[in-house]
Structures are given as structure tokens and as C-alpha cells.
């Protein structure tokens, strides 16, 4: 089963991925964190990677495309995978659909979480991820038990250097044009699932669940 995570920077879609990919026994490919890995790790990719990131625009689609292709054709993405995202644009969702169909797979669904912009800004504003297992928190919405460190894994939070107020404005700039037309796209060959991404995470979480789980 392939699924989709798809939604601006700040809908949620990083946490609702992971719970789902866990609950579904599937791997969790998250483009945006693989190249904060590649990045960390100071490889090639993260090198090239890093100066589109900062300004909040798409790394070109075909360095984009070979990363994640490399990860669902390994082992462990073979049975299945949660995509977090990716694709981010035309081009990468039409080089997602022939690499899948030349093994004979399709995507299943396309999970839409939608948020307004209001509610996308305060939350990518005041933002903190655990450096380990990427958990996000919010000062002062959610914070973390102890200040700076991860409620889960103990992990130290940081800031993203993406989430400056002028990132954030192209970020979301770049998501309106690049992405939002996928939901169009999905929508017309009849796989998203749209749900509403305001109100708690496990409120979101079931809805998901619910949509998921209602049409299979
Ligand atoms: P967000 O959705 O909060 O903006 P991500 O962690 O998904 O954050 O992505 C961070 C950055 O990584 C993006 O702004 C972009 O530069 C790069 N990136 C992630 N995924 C893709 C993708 N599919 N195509 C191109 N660039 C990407
Ligand atoms: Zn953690």
C-alpha cells in the first residue's frame, strides 16, 4: 500500500504521517527530513540540497526524485511506504506514478490535510523539533515537559533554519503554486481523502483513521 501525505508546510502532515506509517506497518519516506539528514551528515546531497532549503524553495525535482525512489525501491519501502512530502509538484508525481507502475504498483490514497492560513502560520511560528526523532512541539501551545528536550526520546529541540518569518511566506508562496494543483490531480482519479487538520492530534489522527479505514 503506497499513501500519500499531502498539505502545506505546518498542516501536520510530518506527525500524522509517522503515526500512520507506524499503525499501518508501512515506512515513513519523508523528504524533508531525509535531506536535514543529508544536511547534518554534510554528504553531497545535503550540500546541494541546502542552499533551496533555506530559502524555502523546491530543491530541483530530479535530485528530489532519485532520493525517494532509492528509498521505496529498498527493501524496506518495497511492501508499501507513507510518503510525507513528496511529490511536491507535477513532475514529481508523474515520475512517482511510472516508477511505481514499472513494478506493478499504484498509489492507494492521498491524504489531504488542509488548515487555514492563520492557523499555519501561528503553528510554523513558535515551532520546536527534536533533533532525533523529529517530534514537533510548540511553545507556548504544546510544550515540552522539560524546556529543550523531547518528551519522547530526550532528544534536544531546535529551531528550523527555514522557519524565519520570510522562509515561512515562501514556503507557503511555493506550496500554493507547486503543490496545492496535486489536489486536483488526486482528486480527479478519484484517490483523495480530504480532512480537516484543525483541532488536536489525535482528533486528526482519527478522522484519518476513519477515512482510511472506511473505504478499504
Ligand atoms: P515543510 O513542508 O514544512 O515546508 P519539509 O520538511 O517537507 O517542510 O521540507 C523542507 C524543505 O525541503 C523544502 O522547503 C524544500 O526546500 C525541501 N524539499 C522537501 N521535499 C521536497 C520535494 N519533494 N521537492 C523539492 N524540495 C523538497
Ligand atoms: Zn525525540
Avoid at 553531497?44 to 532519485?66: C, F, H, N, W
Avoid at 514537533?136 to 501551545?141: E, F, G, K, N, R
Amino acid at each position: 500500500m503506497y499513501i500519500i501525505f499531502l498539505g502545506a508546510p505546518g498542516a501536520g502532515k510530518g506527525t500524522q504521517a509517522a503515526n500512520m506509517a507506524r499503525k499501518l506497518n508501512l515506512v515513513h519516506i519523508a523528504s524533508g527530513d531525509l535531506f536535514r539528514q543529508a544536511l547534518e551528515q554534510g554528504t553531497e546531497l545535503g550540500i546541494k540540497a541546502k542552499s533551496y532549503m533555506e530559502r524555502g524553495v523546491l530543491v530541483p525535482s530530479q535530485i528530489t526524485i532519485d532520493m525517494v525512489l532509492e528509498h521505496i525501491s529498498a527493501p524496506d519501502g518495497e511492501g508499501g511506504a507513507v510518503l510525507d512530502g513528496f511529490p511536491r509538484n507535477l513532475e514529481q508525481a508523474e515520475a512517482l506514478e511510472k516508477a511505481l507502475a514499472q513494478q506493478g504498483k499504484a498509489i492507494d490514497k492521498v491524504v489531504y490535510i488542509k488548515v487555514s492560513k492563520e492557523e499555519l502560520l501561528k503553528r510554523l511560528s513558535g515551532r520546536w523539533i527534536c533533533r532525533q526523532c523529529q517530534t514537533p512541539y510548540h511553545a507556548p501551545d504544546s510544550p515540552p515537559r522539560v524546556w529543550g528536550k523531547c518528551d519522547k526520546c530526550g532528544g534536544e529541540l531546535y529551531q528550523r533554519p527555514d522557519d524565519t518569518e520570510e522562509s515561512v511566506r515562501k514556503r507557503l508562496e511555493v506550496y500554493s503554486a507547486e503543490t496545492a494543483p496535486l489536489i486536483d490531480y488526486y482528486g480527479r482519479v478519484g484517490k483523495l481523502v480530504e480532512i480537516d487538520g484543525e483541532g488536536s492530534e489525535a482528533e486528526v489522527d482519527r478522522r484519518i483513521t476513519a477515512a482510511l479505514g472506511g473505504e478499504r
